[in-house]
């Protein structure tokens, strides 16, 4: 019925929400006999550069008459790179080399602009979220079998997040709800990035490992000029979380 049509419309909820998963995956193998240079190397990248909004503009208007008001922007996102490389056989010098990358650079964001007023019936809730699971492996090997050969080797592992995550109430807006009030922001990372490498041989070997991890993310909640928020018989909550897991 047209009646039930409305009700339905009433429920007033702006949602935007991305699921991504990325997924980079590398090898290479090389096998010589007698020779002066046996080489591999191998390479895994993930870049992610990506935009999530809900935006409500300037001096608007919203209200509900009967239920919740709801702005939320999600974006969740699993990265994986696995890089291997391997150099086997008899030479002069044998030489492999590993290198995987992710790198994030996502912005959430939940904007509410200015001198909007907002009325709800019962609860009204804004909320930017992110998550992010990266995980990087990279291994090498270099063996030589040659009398005095040499064995060269390298595993570079690095994860970038730079997440910017925003839930911002604009000046001299106007919130008003019969329940609660939550305005958030939360950023989950859990980052692991692991690096192997293996020289071996009857000569000089030489190996090393890097590994790199940095995270320049921003987590914002932010309440304007002027603004005012009113809740008639519920909770006003203002929350910003950044949770980090790191190996």
């Given at each position: 019925s047209t009646n039930r049509l409305l009700e339905l419309v009433d429920v007033l909820n702006f949602l935007t929400s991305n699921n991504y998963y990325a997924e980079a995956i590398s090898g290479a193998l090389a096998i010589g006999d007698n020779g002066n240079?046996?080489?591999?190397?191998?390479?895994?990248?993930?870049f992610e550069d990506t935009n999530t909004y809900v935006e409500i503009g300037n001096e608007n208007t919203i209200k509900s008459t009967k239920s919740d008001i709801s702005l939320k922007a999600k974006a969740d996102t699993t990265a994986r790179t696995i890089a291997g490389a391997v150099a086997a056989g008899k030479s002069a010098t044998a030489a492999g080399a590993g290198i995987s990358?992710?790198?994030?650079d996502n912005v959430v964001r939940v904007n509410l602009g200015t001198k909007d007023n907002i009325e709800s019936a019962a609860a009204y809730t804004q909320s930017a979220e992110s998550i992010d699971d990266s995980l990087v492996i990279t291994a090498e090997a270099a063996v030589n079998a040659k009398d005095s050969g040499r064995s060269y080797g390298a595993s570079v592992s690095i994860v970038l997040n730079g997440n910017l995550v925003e839930s911002n109430v604009g000046a001299q807006s106007k919130i008003t709800a019969a329940k609660d009030i939550n305005v958030s922001t939360k950023a989950d990372h859990d980052l692991c990035n692991i690096a192997v490498g293996v020289q071996g041989g009857k000569g000089a070997a030489l190996g090393g490992t890097i590994l790199f991890q940095k995270t320049t993310g921003q987590t914002y909640t932010y309440v304007g000029d002027q603004a005012v928020l009113t809740s008639t018989s519920g909770n006003i909550n203002l929350t910003a979380d950044t949770v980090e897991k790191m190996v």
């Open positions: 240079f046996l080489g591999v190397g191998s390479v895994a990248m993930v990358v992710v790198s994030t």
